[in-house]
Every structure is written in C-alpha cells, then in structure tokens.
C-alpha cells in the first residue's frame, strides 16, 4: 500500500507563494516517481509538474518557471513551490504515486488565490 499526505495549502493572496509538501510512505520504490496534480472546480485533474530522469519537468503550460518540484530522499518528502500566484492557480492539489497499474492519491490540499 502507499500513503500520501499533502500539507501546505490555504489562502493567499495574488503574487504570493506557497509551499506543498507531500509525505510518502508505504510501498514508494522511488519518490521520484511522485508528482502533483491539480484539480480546479468544473475542470478535469491536471498535472502540474513531476520529475522524470531526474530532469524536474512542468506541465502546466502557463505555469512553467513559476511551480518547481523538488523532494527530500531522506525524508520522503516531494514538496512543491509555487511563486506568483495568480487566482487560475486556485485548486485542489494532489500528489500522486503509481505503482503498476494502480494510482494513488493523496485526498488534496486546497490552494485559494484571493485578494
């Protein structure tokens, strides 16, 4: 089994930053193979960045060079910084993990951009 727990979110306002962390546990063979995902109200789970041969790499198009994924091997540990923020950003997050064919997901921590 794998366990996933985000942390990090709340309410900040536009151009502001916050940091996600995700803490893994259970069945991870590699934290990184662990990366996030967002989920905006009326819109379909995206993924935001994830790290892949090493090379950290975003997704989300608009976002690039704002969001960076980093993890701490020792601490199980994926964090992910979001600077600049901007109310479109507002959104569940959720770090994810697959093993085989299954996907884990952690139960989101919500992310409001707001003055």
């Known amino acids: 089994q794998v366990q996933l727990v985000e942390s990090g979110g709340g309410l900040v306002q536009p151009g502001g930053s916050l940091r996600l962390s995700c803490a893994a546990s259970?069945?991870?063979?590699?934290?990184?193979?662990v990366d996030w995902y967002r989920q905006a109200p009326g819109k379909q789970r995206a993924l935001v960045a994830a790290?892949?041969?090493?090379?950290?790499?975003n997704y989300v198009g608009s976002e690039k060079g704002r969001f960076t994924i980093s993890r701490d091997n020792v601490k199980n540990t994926v964090y992910l910084q979001m600077n600049s923020l901007k109310p479109d950003d507002t959104a569940v997050y959720y770090c994810?993990?697959?093993?085989?064919?299954?996907?884990?997901w952690g139960r989101g921590t919500q992310v409001t951009v707001s003055s």
């Open positions: 994810h993990y697959r093993l085989g064919s299954i996907d884990y």
């Open positions: 259970g069945s991870i063979y590699s934290i990184n193979a």
């Open positions: 790290i892949i041969g090493g090379v950290t790499i």
